[in-house]
């Protein structure tokens, strides 16, 4: 039976075989548990900021008999991996973009030295995460979208590549993926979407003070996502 909840299995799912994955803001240590369970991962990194949850991640580890490969470190980001760790795979999973994007900028050349894959799930403000990407020579090769417990989780997978990377508005917004699978979730999230920004239009056309500014955002956003759908 699985540890891992529909988001998490999700995550699971876009990582390669034979990987040597850093799971950054584990705090269970279940992905990285599942992970080397069934023979995906050979090796990982379980780390975690705070120290409650690094207790939990390392008693979860020894339970699994999982301590040889999975190493449970406490630590800030991706200060917890070295150049002989060898990952090639970084996860960061369930936490909001702002703070995805300030890990991911304050790792230094020679923590993501050997990395090829990030593997991200913003709980929200997936937008800034594409740009990060986008700015840093990541390729986003897959995305996924489900929908758990009345809350939609996005999923992007991306690769170091040596050109640049040049993503369009709609696909910042949207995902350049997501976009192509056009998934009933993916159709149900914009469509959604697409009414309350038409509603916050409405009610800022009313307001006392009219930010042209923030309507004029809104709106193209609104052409976006009626292109697409
Ligand atoms: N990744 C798991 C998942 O997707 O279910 C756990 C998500 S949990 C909501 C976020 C975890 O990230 C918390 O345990 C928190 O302590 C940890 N965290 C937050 N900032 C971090 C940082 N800068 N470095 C490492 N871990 C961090």
New binding site residues.
Partial sequence: MTLL?K??QA?YQMVDKNTRVA??????A??PVELLETNIASFAIA????K???SRSKADVEKFGLSEKIDVRL??????INEDDKVDTV?????GGI?IK??LS?ATEEQLSNVKTLIL?P?IGEPLVRHWLADNNFKIVDEDIVAEEHHVYEIIKAQKVNEPVNLTEAQYLMGPVLMQKKTPTFIAKWEHKLNSFKKAVANMHNAKVIDQEKIAAMNQDIKYIEEIL
């Fill in positions: 909840s988001r998490l995550v799971d950054i803001g584990s705090d269970h279940y992905l780390g975690e900021v705070a409650g949850p690094m630590g800030d980001g991706l200060a917890v996860v960061i999973a369930g936490m703070l300030d890990i304050r799930q709980n």
